[in-house]
């Protein structure tokens, strides 16, 4: 499996977007906005390098490579509707990504580290594959001897406090997670121009 090892903290002010995105919190993100936040606005970037940039940031935050990236592109234009909201549907419905939004990982690194180690069930079934996709009526599952461990212990006791998205159904007491949608848009956390992407492609 292919690692994205860019450092998480000066990829996010070149991309201007919060670690909080990722799942990262605590003092090095507040030392990252203390310092000269508004370096990353004296370039003033061409069509091409705000095409780019909105590029990066998805394949940043969702932890894939060039190769995967363009092959969930070219997914997406085959679907129906509009390719750049369908793409970030893709993204969005990765395995690491559903385990990231259920809180059984603080970042996604983490979530891909965790399936591929088969700490997780989907449909009853042991997967170890991070970017599988999940489709609607799938339900994920932590491992019943996983439930043990100290650390999955702790992030099972901060579950009261996770904002799952509209298209997740979780059973925070079960540590059970079901697809009742297939995710959306208006579903991420952060702010993405995705036509620019689909610009970038057309050319």
């Known amino acids: 499996m292919a690692v994205n090892h860019d450092p998480i903290v000066k990829k996010c002010r070149s991309l201007e977007i919060s670690p909080a995105v990722l799942g990262y919190t605590g003092s090095k993100v507040q030392k990252m906005n203390m310092r000269n936040p508004g370096a990353n606005k004296r370039k003033k970037l061409s069509e091409y390098g705000l095409q780019l940039r909105e590029k990066q940031k998805l394949k940043f935050v969702y932890g894939v490579l060039e190769k995967q990236f363009s092959n969930y592109y070219k997914k997406a234009e085959r679907m129906e509707g509009m390719a750049g909201e369908n793409l970030i549907t893709l993204l969005e419905s990765r395995l690491d990504n559903v385990v990231y939004r259920m809180g059984m990982a603080q970042t996604r690194r983490e979530a891909r580290q965790l399936v591929v180690h088969g700490h997780f069930r989907l449909n009853g079934k042991k997967v170890n594959i991070p970017s599988m996709l999940i489709k609607t009526g799938d339900v994920i599952t932590l491992k019943d001897?996983?439930?043990?461990?100290?650390?999955?212990?702790?992030?099972?006791?901060?579950?009261?406090?996770?904002?799952?998205?509209?298209?997740?159904?979780?059973?925070?007491?079960?540590?059970?997670?079901?697809?009742?949608?297939?995710?959306?848009?208006?579903?991420?956390?952060?702010?993405?121009?995705?036509?620019?992407?689909?610009?970038?492609?057309?050319?």
Not at 175 to 194: C, G, H, S, Y
């Open 145 to 203: 001897t996983s439930k043990k461990s100290e650390k999955f212990k702790a992030l099972i006791e901060e579950l009261a406090d996770v904002r799952t998205p509209a298209w997740l159904s979780l059973d925070k007491e079960n540590i059970k997670a079901e697809v009742t949608a297939l995710p959306k848009k208006e579903d991420v956390d952060f702010e993405i121009e995705e036509h620019l992407i689909v610009e970038l492609y057309s050319k």
